[in-house]
Every structure is written in structure tokens, then in C-alpha cells.
């Protein structure tokens, strides 16, 4: 079993940042994909970023050049670094483990006013 906990959701004026963190403990494997999904009221769950524990890096279109993801296997915590965020950033950001079977966060609301 793997239990994750995210932070740092929130609401932000157009044009801010914000950085979102998770922690995963409980059985972790030294080779595990981490990464964060999205969801908006009305539209399916997408993937924002991914990375996996070697350091390989993976990011929606929408989001390249806005958002960096990161991780500190040490502490087996990601992190999402969002700038230049837009009213359409507004979601339900999902932390997510994945070997073998996959584990979500709880969630964490990050809205974006214009």
C-alpha cells in the first residue's frame, strides 16, 4: 500500500504561480512513475506531468513551457511548479504512484480568477 498527501492548492489571480506537493510513504518502489493529473467540472481526468524516479520528465501540451515537475526521491515526494497559470488551469489536481497498480491523492483544488 502507498498513501499519498498533496498541499499547496489554492486560488490565484491570472498570471500567478502556485506549487503543489506530494508525499508518498508505505511501500515504495525504487522504480515508480509519479506525476499529477487534473480534472475540471464537466471534463474527464487528464495527465498534467509526470516523472519518473530516474528523473524522465513528461508534460500535457498545454501545459510545457508553464509548468515544471520535480521530485525528491529521497523524501519520495513531487512536486508541481505551475506558473503563468490561466482561468483554464482551474481543476482538481490528483497526485498519483504508479508500479504495478496505481494510488491517487485525495485531491487539491487549484482555481485560476482572470
Known amino acids: 500500500q502507498v498513501q499519498l498527501v498533496e498541499s499547496g492548492g489554492g486560488l490565484v489571480q491570472a498570471g500567478g504561480s502556485l506549487r503543489l506537493s506530494c508525499a508518498a510513504s508505505g511501500e515504495i518502489s525504487s522504480f515508480n512513475f509519479m506525476g499529477w493529473y487534473r480534472q475540471a467540472p464537466g471534463n474527464q481526468r487528464e495527465l498534467v506531468a509526470s516523472i519518473t524516479s530516474g528523473g524522465s520528465t513528461n508534460y500535457a501540451d498545454s501545459v510545457k513551457g508553464r509548468f515544471t515537475i520535480s521530485r525528491d526521491n529521497a523524501k519520495n515526494t513531487v512536486y508541481l511548479q505551475m506558473n503563468s497559470l490561466e482561468p483554464e488551469d482551474t481543476a482538481v489536481y490528483y497526485c498519483?504512484?504508479?508500479?504495478?497498480?496505481?494510488?491517487w491523492g485525495q485531491g487539491t483544488q487549484v482555481t485560476v480568477s482572470s
Open positions: 498519483y504512484y504508479r508500479y504495478r497498480v496505481t494510488y
